[in-house]
């Protein structure tokens, strides 16, 4: 059974925000010689139709639990230092966190800072390498255990565990498996590293990628791209951005598609009838829409929406219209 907070051991204070944290937060709490004193999140926000305040799920975590936990708007501001410089301490602890974390901050616990970041580093440092790995589609992914400094997840590795890829993937399955494998991972690194009997290796800087947060109009599908490249962007864009096309019933989102071979006539751009239902030709391929959502509707398959739609086939898509960042804590 996982600890509460007060007990003893190293204290620890830890930093998150979304989904990812969660299992390696429970599994922090759960290691006995371990101290949660405190849990740093990012802070609520509006949320929904009515715009009321919704914490982050490691927030909510938190408080169930009954953890202290801290909000700061601004990690840099002398309020938040101090609050943090209070808690005393030993070792930080981040995951999936979503905001910077400044030098004066990293250098509150006397035993440093670790982050559970989801890739194989150098591959993928950054706010979005769940997406990136699928986009890329890496035959690898896997969780790294890095010593925090002022760059972007460019610290030493102190450990890391693969996971092979299927190259089906869908972006929040395979968050929750990484959050498991980096849970497991952290429960048994923290313990030989704390005693010096694990050493960190620096990155090599010269093979790394960086990843950046996604935004709204990354969901557009674009027909320029292959059919293989749009269907990838369907798994890695679920659920933030998602994915969409413009249309002349609106915006259509795709939540599942299959890359299918090319037809004679077809035209990028153009939605094409694919047996009972919808493709959207590309350069390369057509992707086959399996199941979309008309804006104001429910999910259907693309067999549905023809039958509801049938003026769709042979009309072109559009452009995308809006631009918007990532929610903190998505990956």
Avoid: C, K
Avoid at 180 to 185: D, H, K, R, S
């Amino acid at each position: 059974m996982s600890r509460g907070p007060g007990s003893g051991g190293t204290r620890v204070v830890f930093f998150g925000s979304g989904t990812f944290a969660l299992p390696i937060l429970d599994a922090l709490r759960a290691l006995p010689d371990m101290n949660v004193v405190a849990v740093a999140s990012a802070p609520d926000r509006p949320a929904g139709r009515g715009q009321s305040a919704r914490s982050t799920p490691v927030t909510s975590a938190a408080r169930d639990a009954g953890f202290p936990v801290l909000q700061p708007a601004r990690l840099r501001d002398a309020d938040a230092i101090a609050d943090l410089a209070a808690l005393q301490a030993e070792l930080g602890v981040l995951a999936d966190y979503g905001r910077i974390v400044p030098p004066a901050v990293l250098a509150l616990p006397e035993r440093g800072f670790l982050n559970v970041h989801p890739s194989l580093l150098p591959r993928h440092r950054g706010a979005s390498p769940i997406p990136a790995v699928i986009l890329a589609n890496d035959p690898e992914t896997g969780v790294s255990i890095i010593e925090m400094g002022a760059g972007i997840d460019d610290g030493p590795v102190v450990a890391q565990a693969a996971h092979v890829l299927n190259g089906d993937e869908i972006a929040p399955e395979l968050e929750a498996r990484l959050a498991v494998l980096g849970a497991e991972l952290l429960g048994r690194t923290l313990g030989p590293w704390l005693e010096g009997r694990q050493t960190a290796v620096p990155q090599d800087d010269d093979s790394a990628t960086l990843t950046r947060p996604l935004r709204r109009e990354d969901g557009r599908l674009d027909p320029a791209l292959a059919a293989s490249a749009l269907e990838r962007r369907v798994r890695a864009h679920a659920p933030w951005p998602g994915s969409y096309v413009e249309t002349a019933a609106g915006r259509l989102n795709v939540d599942a598609a299959t890359v299918m071979p090319a037809r004679d006539g077809d035209a990028p751009g153009m939605l094409v009838a694919d047996d009972d239902g919808f493709a959207l030709a590309t350069s390369d391929g057509r992707l086959r829409l399996d199941q979309v959502r008309l804006a104001g509707t429910r999910r259907m398959s693309g067999a549905e929406l023809r039958r509801g739609r049938p003026a769709l086939v042979g009309s072109v898509v559009g452009a995308a219209d809006r631009s918007e960042t990532a929610p903190p804590g998505a990956l």
